[in-house]
């Protein structure tokens, strides 16, 4: 947006405020910390700009750290699908670890607290613990385990970790306080027996961290400076504090400190892997990657490019309030980028053919036009003109009011970047519908020829191409995955009432002879209709493109008129 300075977001004020009061520059570090249970979503795109954004703004070192304590969960596929897709956000991470790699240091941890005093092993189920904790309004009550000696503890956790005791019959809990304001402080479990396997360590373990034990002390051993994770945990930050005190006065003097922004959530869209999962689960999409998906691969499936969600995530900021993000600002992200940076070709999505009745019928002219007129040096290519084309079912209309600038009969317009035409007849099938249109053109009036009659103005200009020469490709047009602006905000009904059946249409259109050589991933505005990109299904007989976004910018419109 402004260029240059921009005023500091509230993260970058506290990192701001940190520096000046002496903490060293050089000590500054970040993380992305992601649970591979799911592929990452534009709500994770705002968390890799802002980690890996302070990386680059300060010159500080950035570790992507996998939040794999739920063993049932973590899987490969996701793992190396959250490295791609940072990868192609634009951003390189300094550590690749995994919360799995601190496992024995966070036990030997948890040994420690047990021998303080500061943790205890308690046999009750997690209904009953729950129970007892009550509500912030009234003291909670203590657990009849919890005075237990630091000796039964001690042995107690050694034979839960060598899987001596069954899922669900005992955990291992902090000993804070049972009558905090803040729930969080009430004895938190710090370790839970699960019987899986794990993807990294296989059956080593039985105990499993959970995320209050894991995060902050993950944080203290790989030194980062700022954890910066959504709002919902702000009422954790007590407990992060807590916990990493606990590590004992010897310790390194730098604390890692958690702080807060507000989540990303889009309108038209869901936004947690679990429901983005049972999307792909349900069979509602084709995959993660499915082009309506508000995940990363997505979007990049779509065509949307890193610098157009980098570009948004910019626009959006960061801030301590929460909000809903129309998505159309999304769209206008890409719109902007590929303004200038696809080229333009012709693709006619709904035919009907045109005959140009005084053009010779064996004639083909291959006639130059631009690849791209908002981008300098993006230079020309021919397309071919010939008697017989397609041109779009809505672009003519037998009779018309005075408002409507494209094709009637009697009338003028343009056929871009070849000549002007005039309606003369139509033809039609038994059921009175429209087969064929006939016009004539004005031969003098070719674009670009420098005639009097190539300057002359009329009101409308449509696509075309040359139906002997065009090819036939799959165009696969989407809508919102949602027909409700937050299908998540209602109370009574399950986000999955509000699927949208017509998120996909699948057509076959015509398009000029160059987009055969378009490489898949590859994006263009098919002129007057949006931006496309190619997708992977294309084969070698048939191009398959996915509509990125149309052209009709209602963003800017409803930004002009605020
Ligand atoms: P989900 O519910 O989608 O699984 P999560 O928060 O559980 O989200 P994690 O993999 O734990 O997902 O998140 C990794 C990082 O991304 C965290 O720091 C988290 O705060 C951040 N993040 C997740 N969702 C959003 C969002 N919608 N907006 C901004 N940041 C997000
Ligand atoms: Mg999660």
């Known amino acids: 947006m402004n260029e240059g300075k921009k005023p500091l977001n509230c993260i970058a004020q506290i990192i701001e405020r940190d520096l000046a009061e002496g903490f060293p520059r050089a000590a500054l570090r970040f993380r992305f910390p992601p649970e591979p249970n799911g592929y990452l979503h534009i709500g994770h795109a705002k968390a890799i700009c802002l980690n890996f954004g302070l990386g680059k703004d300060y010159g500080a070192a950035v570790n992507l750290r996998y939040d794999d304590t739920d063993p049932g969960k973590a899987k490969r596929e996701f793992v190396d699908s959250i490295q791609r897709d940072i990868a192609w956000l634009g951003f390189q991470w300094d550590r690749l670890v995994f919360a799995s790699d601190h496992f024995e240091q966070l036990y030997e941890w948890a040994i420690e607290m047990i021998e303080r005093g500061k943790a205890y092993v308690d046999d009750q189920d997690q209904p009953a613990i729950h129970a007892q904790r009550k509500t912030p309004t009234e003291p909670g009550i203590a657990s ?3 005075d237990r000696s630091v000796s039964e503890n001690r042995v107690r956790f050694k034979e839960m970790r060598a899987g001596e ?3 669900g019959s005992c955990v291992l809990r902090a000993k804070i306080d049972m009558r905090s304001p803040n729930m969080q402080l009430r004895d938190p479990i710090l ?6 396997p794990h993807h990294r360590t296989g059956d080593q373990w039985h105990i499993y961290p959970t995320y209050d034990w894991a995060h902050g002390q993950s944080d203290y051993i790989e030194g980062v400076s700022h954890s910066f994770c959504t709002s919902e945990f702000e009422n954790h930050r007590p407990l992060y504090d807590y916990l990493i005190e606990r590590l ?12 807060e922004f507000a989540r990303l959530n889009l309108s038209y869209t869901v936004m947690s892997k679990r429901k983005l999962a049972l999307l792909v689960q349900r069979g509602v999409v084709k995959a993660w990657d499915d082009p309506r998906m508000p995940t ?3 979007l990049r499936r779509r065509g949307y490019t890193p610098e157009s969600i980098r570009d948004f995530c910019d626009r959006i900021g960061v801030s301590k309030r929460e909000n809903t993000i129309d998505i159309a600002a999304l769209e206008y992200s890409i719109r902007h980028h590929l303004n200038r940076a696809a080229p333009r070709v012709m693709v006619v999505l709904n035919p009907v ?8 019928e064996d004639e083909t002219e291959w006639l130059e036009t631009e690849n791209n007129p908002e981008r300098e040096n993006a230079g020309v290519r021919e397309i071919p003109f010939t008697k017989a084309l397609y041109i779009e079912r809505a672009d003519f209309q037998e009779m018309a009011s005075p408002e409507y600038f494209r094709l009637t009969l009697g009338s003028e317009v343009r056929l871009k970047s070849a000549y002007i035409i005039k309606g003369v007849g139509v033809v039609k099938d038994e059921d009175g519908n429209i087969s064929e249109i006939h016009a004539t053109c004005d031969p003098d009036s070719r674009s670009g020829s420098g005639t009097a009659a190539s300057q002359r103005r009329v009101k409308g200009t449509l696509h075309w191409v040359s139906a002997a020469h065009s090819v036939k490709i799959e165009v696969r047009l989407y809508d919102r995955l949602f027909d409700d602006p937050e299908p998540d905000g209602h109370e009574d009904k399950d986000f999955m009432d509000f699927i ?14 160059s987009v055969q050589f378009l490489p898949t991933g590859h994006r263009v505005q098919f002129q007057r209709l949006g931006y496309f990109s190619v997708d992977p299904d294309s084969t070698e007989e048939k191009k398959v493109f996915n509509r990125i976004v149309t052209l009709r910018d ?3 419109r409803i930004q002009s008129k605020s």
């Open 296 to 298: 990363i691969s997505g």
């Open 191 to 196: 370790y839970r027996i699960i019987d899986k």
């Open 353 to 360: 053919k045109l005959i140009i009745d005084n053009y010779p």
């Open 500 to 513: 949208n059946p017509d998120s996909l249409a699948v057509r076959s259109a015509y398009a000029e002879p």
């Open 554 to 556: 209602t963003y800017a």
């Open 144 to 146: 009849p385990y919890r």
């Open 248 to 259: 004992g006065e010897s310790r390194s003097a730098l604390r890692p400190k958690q702080r």
């Open 165 to 167: 005791w069954a899922p």
